[in-house]
C-alpha cells in the first residue's frame, strides 16, 4: 500500500505558475502509474493528467492543461511533480494525486482506477 502527500500549493496571480510535489511512501512507488485530479467548488473532481509506471512512463494530459501544466516523476526520490505555468481562474481547485497499479491505457483518466489518494493542497489564481 502506498501513502501519498501532496504539497506545494498557495495562491498565484493569473499568468502565474506552481509546481505541486507528490510524494509516496510504502510501495514500489516506480510500478504505480500516478494521477493527478482537481476539484473547484461546486464541481465535480476531474482528471488533470497522469504518468504510467512499470517503466512505461507514457504521460497523459487533460485538454484543458495540455501545453501549460507538465507531469514528471523521479522514482529514485519517490515523487512525481506537476508544474503548472500560465494559470488562470479556472484552474483553481484543490489538487490531487492518486496512484494505482496496473491501470490499462482506457481507465487512466478515470478515478475511480487510483486506489490511493493523498489529501489534496490548495491552487488558488486570482489576482
Known amino acids: 500500500q502506498v501513502q501519498l502527500v501532496e504539497s506545494g500549493g498557495g495562491l498565484v496571480q493569473p499568468g502565474g505558475s506552481l509546481r505541486l510535489s507528490c510524494s509516496a511512501s510504502?510501495?514500489?512507488?516506480?510500478?504505480?502509474?500516478v494521477g493527478w485530479f482537481r476539484q473547484a467548488p461546486g464541481k465535480e473532481r476531474e482528471f488533470v493528467g497522469a504518468v504510467r509506471g512499470s517503466g512505461g512512463n507514457t504521460y497523459h494530459y487533460a485538454d484543458s492543461v495540455k501545453g501549460r501544466f507538465t507531469i514528471s516523476r523521479d522514482n529514485a526520490k519517490n515523487t512525481v511533480t506537476l508544474q503548472m505555468n500560465r494559470l488562470n481562474p479556472e484552474d483553481t481547485a484543490l489538487y490531487y494525486c492518486a496512484a494505482g497499479q496496473s491501470i490499462i491505457l482506457s481507465m487512466i483518466r478515470a478515478e475511480t482506477a487510483y486506489p490511493y489518494w493523498g489529501q489534496g493542497t490548495q491552487v488558488t489564481v486570482s489576482s
Open positions: 510504502g510501495g514500489t512507488f516506480s510500478r504505480y502509474t
